[in-house]
């Protein structure tokens, strides 16, 4: 979590800092070889140089980015969550319960989809 430690110390909510925190922890630990990185001044998790992840911050949500096309894969599950969403990002309220099943299918679907990929956003 080193990585992040700069990032997470800049979110002043004590909150939305532990939020973020706890979904960084839950992530690195379900998926060990995921590397963690920051660009763009985003975070981010990326699988042999490709983007799997990414994350950013607003007062009322944090911001989940699949990509595109796996937002469009699993736009139901978004629905049934009951997180508003738009082509490129998924906006996860800070009072409502993260979905981990969700982020857990996003993640899988990416690096399945994204095996042989060797660039750092889908073609």
Known sequence: MEVFAEF???ID???HRERTEEVFTWLTDKYP???KEIKW???MFTDHGTYI???SLSKKHLAVAPESVTIAHVEDDIVNAGYGYTKEIIRIPWK???DYTLLEKMIDFN???KADC???WRK
Request: aromatic share 12%; no cysteine; hydrophobic share 40%.
């Open 8 to 10: 997470l110390a800049g």
């Open 13 to 15: 909510d004590p909150f």
């Open 33 to 35: 070889k995921l590397h």
């Open 41 to 43: 001044n985003q975070p």
């Open 53 to 55: 992840i990414g994350f």
């Open 96 to 98: 409502s319960p993260v």
């Open 111 to 113: 690096m399945k989809d």
């Open 118 to 120: 060797t660039t750092f």
